[in-house]
């Protein structure tokens, strides 16, 4: 029986158009959109199918349910890609749609109807959904659930990366046999479990981006290695390496291939783009919003080495004489320094009549400028790279260190930003809800405990100082001197007490709306574990109003 891959989902509403994505298992004979007060408009899709999009023994899809019960190996899976434009609409004005696919056999399937509206006019009030880091993680569905059931229908979702684990496992996005893929958790079809004192308590998501389109940046899960070089797909994940090391190890022909990819990425969106940048990097004005998204991430690495993974801090000794076989520490993916051609895209932007006549300006990164999570240490800048040799010049060791003064976000960009008076920064990366607000005004927000969260650096609370690091490091807080602010209606207390300045739990879940007709930034959180406990405002502040 002929089904739909995925519900349609809103991508790049412009001043008359919206488009209308979805996905199939099935090339088909003809996919439309049907549209207009009376559905009575059909737009026919263009199809292309997903070039990367595979299974491996590790995926949790269909009748796999343990390792290797299907796939032993990395395994093509066709996808097919559709997509229509809604033209000729009014703004402000929602319109009924819904989507049909004919397969091979003409076997006709069709989705629920939906609602879509062009770019919002300037003066139209929206409340916007922020949010990252779902990576199929425990308390997502949950989290989407709540946005819907609190907020009602969002205008827009913002989200800053990391939005799968495996960008090229297809379950990632579609069908994860756990019930917590990226479109059934964004489209209300997610079934998720979670477990409390014996009680199984199922969420299904929210019926989110079939309404609101989506606005997305890279984040380092949304990249893979060297293709088709490792026996797993995770492991091909972590397989990256800068593209100049590629080029001296494998030459100028498919460099892409030998370093790392966006491809899936790329082609299941639609999105904004630059002339520069393409999809990773671009902006885009939104009712009364001008979003800027960076291309800010690098390879998230493993402390140390003898995890048998890739190190931050050093080479495995098993490979200190196989370069080839080196991480390169946590190479930072796309140039962002003063003087790269992304820096002098952003400076331009900054300078535009779109940007510096929006009422809300708004920086969207993965990784992030402040934080008292994990991901913010070390520096976000290029590894240095130390190699040590005995006495007859036989490599003992490679080491990496990044100077704390050459972060390329705190020492390049913000600058920037703070002057060209942006309100907003958002990012994630480090599973955990915290903000600050710099001398200049900026509210920099990290809303990413949304899944699962891997600790607030507060306290007692200590980062690992690696052995023989020899540059700054900074054990406690947030290492770019600016003190987390606590929420204003409602903080967690920690064991002492005290309101908390974070939410960092595996268990309380956070999720945060914009609202650009007051300007609020409202954060709310959830226990997971309660399902008949309140939602609770716990924050919010005003951009137009923030200061230091």
């Known amino acids: 029986m002929a089904k739909l891959l995925s519900d349609p989902f809103l991508q790049l509403p412009t001043e008359d158009s919206v488009r209308v994505v979805w996905f199939t298992e099935f090339l088909g004979q003809l996919h439309t959109a ?46 097919w890609r559709h997509e229509a434009l809604l033209s000729g609409l009014v703004a402000d004005m929602r319109i009924p749609y819904y989507v049909t696919s004919v397969d091979e056999y003409g076997e006709t399937v069709s989705s629920n109807v939906f609602t879509a ?18 990576q199929l993680k425990p308390m997502v569905a949950a989290n989407l659930q709540k946005v819907a059931e609190t907020i009602g229908r969002v205008d827009a979702v913002l989200f800053a990366g990391d939005l799968i684990t495996t960008a090229d496992r297809a379950s990632d996005w579609f069908d994860d046999n756990r019930g917590g893929a990226f479109f059934p958790c964004l489209q209300g079809h997610a079934h998720y479990q979670r477990s409390s004192d014996g009680v199984k308590i199922t969420y299904n998501g929210g019926e989110i981006i079939q ?22 797909l995770h492991e091909e994940f972590d397989d990256t390496i800068p593209r100049d090391i ?17 491809d899936t990425y790329e082609e299941i969106f639609t999105l904004p783009e630059s002339q520069e940048g393409g999809k990773t990097y671009y902006a885009v004005t939104f009712g009364n919003i001008r979003l800027v998204v960076l291309y800010a ?5 493993f402390i140390d080495s003898d995890t048998g993974r890739k190190g931050k801090y050093d080479e495995q000794k098993a490979n200190l ?32 009549p779109e940007f510096k006549q929006a009422k809300y300006k708004v920086v969207m990164l993965h990784n992030p400028p402040h934080s008292l999570g994990e991901n913010i240490v070390p520096a976000y800048t290029d590894p240095l790279q130390i190699i040590e040799k005995d006495i007859e010049g036989q490599v003992t060791g490679v080491r990496y260190e990044y100077p704390k003064e050459k972060d390329y976000i705190i020492r390049d960009v913000m600058p920037l930003l703070e002057e060209a008076k942006v309100q907003l920064v958002l990012y994630g990366h480090s599973h955990l809800w915290n903000r600050f607000i710099t001398s200049g005004g900026i509210n920099c927000l990290e809303t990413s405990n949304v899944g699962n969260s891997y600790g607030a650096y507060i306290n007692s609370n200590k980062r690992l100082i690696p052995t023989g690091y020899n540059s700054e490091y900074v054990e406690l807080g947030n290492p770019n001197q600016l003190e987390p602010i606590t929420p204003t209606i409602a903080p967690l207390l920690g064991e002492d007490g005290k309101p908390q300045p974070y939410i960092s739990s595996n268990e309380i879940t956070v999720f945060s709306i914009f609202e650009t007709a007051t300007g609020i930034i409202s954060s709310y959180y959830f226990n997971t574990l309660k399902p008949d406990s309140e939602v609770v405002k716990f924050d919010e502040f005003n951009l137009i109003e923030s200061k230091q």
């Open 117 to 134: 509206a062009i770019a919002p006019s300037v003066n139209k009030p929206l409340k916007i959904l922020l949010t990252s880091d779902h």
């Open 321 to 352: 004489n196989k370069p080839e076989n080196w991480g390169y520490g946590q190479h930072i993916y796309e140039p962002i320094y003063k003087g790269s051609t992304q820096y002098n895209w952003l400076q331009k932007e900054l300078n535009s």
């Open 34 to 79: 049907s549209y207009g007060e009376n559905l009575d408009k059909i737009a026919i899709a263009t199809t292309r199918k997903l070039n990367r999009t595979r299974e491996d023994h590790q995926s949790r899809v269909g009748q796999q349910t343990v390792d290797g019960q299907v796939y032993q190996k990395p395994t093509n899976r066709d996808i």
């Open 211 to 232: 309404h609101a389109p989506m606005f997305t940046c890279v984040g380092n899960h949304e990249i893979m290695g060297r293709y088709q070089r490792m026996p797993s």
């Open 297 to 301: 991430t690098n390879m998230w690495r």
């Open 246 to 262: 590629a080029k001296q190890l494998y030459g100028e022909d498919s460099l892409k291939n030998n370093s790392f990819n966006i």
